[in-house]
């Protein structure tokens, strides 16, 4: 792949050299916050800009976020964005949302609840311009946020090689349907959603950490994908869960979010401040 698209994709070249890549959420709206959370960390491969549960509009709060991120330079997170489509609108209204995600500049998708192969093979079909797929081009300015001298041609030719495609497994029937979700070809990779994974196999939801037959579950989802040759990614909400996380080998572990980690620094500042030894330990996520 030519370097001029690979040069600000952190998470691609993560993924090409087997080394785990460490990201943040973002839920709350605005280039500044998205900017400002991006630049936080050199040890900060990716962000998610959450247009499903999250605050930023998917058009144009994306690309404003996109673009803010992209403007810190080559070294610069890579951005991905998840839609608010779920797996069951991949062949209708995600088809379109991937488009304007893609088109905004974002690195990747992710799709939230896919449940089967069929799912997944539109996510991936409406993600790449053809013949592998049926994305549309035509956007003159998604070239801008993939850096400086990088024209409409290069990102036309090398789009369905840097573009990052992820779906989520977080329903009972994409539990069940995993071998066939990973089967798919194009497809980069699976994220673990381990609130719902839980809620939808009657569990309680991870307080912090999954309940013991979720777990079961989501290091089955580790082995299945890594035995399919696809990378697995996995929601935490704390450095020390993902620690946990790069030691059992997955390959792209969310470290917390944007507001969780401001309510959770502002506590601990708080609490310092008026003699407290530990503050109130709260539901993050």
Avoid at 90 to 98: C, F, L, P, V, Y
Avoid at 212 to 234: F, S, T, W, Y
Avoid at 264 to 280: F, I, M, Q, Y
Wanted: charged share 15%.
């Amino acid at each position: 792949m030519a370097t001029v698209l690979s040069h600000a994709h952190p998470l691609l070249h993560a993924f090409r050299t087997s080394k785990p890549a460490l990201g943040i959420w973002l839920t709350l709206p605005g280039a500044l916050n998205a900017r400002a959370a991006a630049s936080a960390s050199p040890h900060l491969s990716w962000v998610v800009i959450d247009c499903e549960h999250g605050m930023t509009a998917l058009h144009p709060g994306a690309g404003e976020s996109v673009n803010a991120i992209a403007g810190l330079g080559p070294d610069a997170p890579s951005t991905i964005v998840r839609i608010p489509a779920t797996g069951a609108c991949a062949d209708g209204s995600a088809s379109w949302q991937i488009k304007y995600a893609l088109d905004q500049g974002a690195r990747g998708v992710l799709v939230p609840m896919v449940s089967n192969r069929a799912q997944a093979a539109a996510v991936v079909s409406a993600a790449r311009f053809p013949p592998t797929g049926v994305r549309g081009f035509g956007n003159p300015f998604t070239q801008l946020a993939w850096g400086p001298g990088v024209s409409a041609v290069d990102y036309l030719q090398r789009a369905n090689e840097s573009v990052v495609v992820l779906v989520q497994i977080e329903t009972r029937d994409g539990y069940t349907n995993l071998d066939e979700i990973l089967s798919v070809d194009g497809l980069d990779g699976v994220f673990i959603g381990p609130y719902d994974l839980s809620l939808s196999h009657g569990f309680p939801a991870p307080s912090p950490d999954p309940h013991p037959e979720v777990e079961k579950m989501i290091q089955n989802i580790l082995a299945v994908a890594h035995a399919k040759g696809k990378k697995c990614a996995v929601f935490c909400t704390s450095g020390s869960q993902s620690t946990k996380r790069v030691k059992e080998g997955f390959d792209m572990i969310n470290v917390t979010t944007d507001s969780g980690a401001m309510a959770d620094g502002l506590s601990r500042h708080l609490a310092t401040a008026v003699g407290d030894a530990e503050p109130d330990k709260r539901f993050g996520y």
